[in-house]
């Protein structure tokens, strides 16, 4: 059975950093690409950044570009998300996907989320 | 403003059939790229509800239906039911953002 659990959020001031955490079971991790997909409070949902199966490309969103980081640690079974300079605007629930391997950008399971607070 | 766009709310009564369009352009749905279909229950996490425009994972009730043309797709649900409430969203992929796309998602209300 699938799982997806991601960890590490709270509540952090304007500017500071944050890890997210992403662990999986039930299924080859090292086979998978894994999305962030984030949603605001009362917002839809939005696109954060893709790591591929093993780790050798990533892609963001422009809001995420140049202050995110995600890697992700095969023989652990986990993957994780560095957040720079948080913004107020940050603030929202951040959920790790897992992309079907035989269908491009199909999310196919989602971990119940996170919930990260940016404020002052 | 979403890449895709969706209206912000439908209703229905039960029984009744509901439509939700999702429309693109030429940088993601009408170059071809596929449309996904993600529905979410307050507080939960969003659950695959189509996939490649028209398909659906197994258990997802046959009164879910999705189509494709041009840069627009569609979301149908017949035979609309209470437990259809919830917010449903459109995914796709767009070439000169180089990653994922969302609708703003769509609101289901059953009357």
């Known amino acids: 059975q699938v799982h997806l659990v991601e960890s590490g959020g709270g509540v952090v001031q304007p500017g500071k950093s944050l890890t997210l955490s992403c662990a999986a079971s039930?299924?080859?991790?090292?086979?998978?690409?894994i999305h962030w997909v984030r949603q605001a409070p009362g917002k839809g949902l939005e696109w954060v950044a893709l790591?591929?199966?093993?780790?050798?490309?990533?892609y963001y969103s422009d809001s995420a570009k140049g202050r995110f980081t995600v890697s992700r640690d095969n023989s652990k079974n986990t993957m994780y998300l560095q957040m720079n300079s948080l913004r107020v605007d940050d603030t929202a629930v951040y959920f790790c996907?897992?992309?079907?391997?035989?269908?491009?950008?199909?999310?196919?399971?989602w971990g119940p989320g996170t919930l990260v607070t940016v404020s002052a | 403003q979403s890449v895709l766009t969706q209206p912000p709310s439908v209703s229905g009564t039960p029984g009744q059939t509901v439509t939700i369009s999702c429309t693109g352009n030429?940088?993601?749905?009408?170059?071809?790229?596929?449309v996904h279909w993600y529905q979410q229950f307050p507080g939960t996490a969003p659950k695959l509800l189509i996939f490649?425009?028209?398909n659906r994972p197994s258990g997802v009730p046959d009164r879910f239906s999705g189509s494709k043309s041009g840069a627009s797709a569609s979301l149908a649900i017949t035979e609309l039911q209470a437990e259809d409430e919830a917010d449903y969203y459109c995914?796709?992929?767009?070439?000169?953002?180089?990653?994922?796309?969302f609708g703003g998602g769509t609101k289901v209300t059953v009357l």
């Open positions: 490649r425009n028209n």
């Open positions: 996907t897992r992309e079907n391997s035989a269908s491009f950008n199909q999310l196919d399971f």
């Open positions: 030429g940088s993601n749905i009408g170059t071809g790229h596929d």
């Open positions: 790591i591929w199966y093993d780790g050798t490309k990533t």
């Open positions: 039930g299924f080859t991790f090292r086979n998978y690409g």
């Open positions: 995914q796709s992929f767009d070439n000169s953002l180089s990653g994922v796309v």
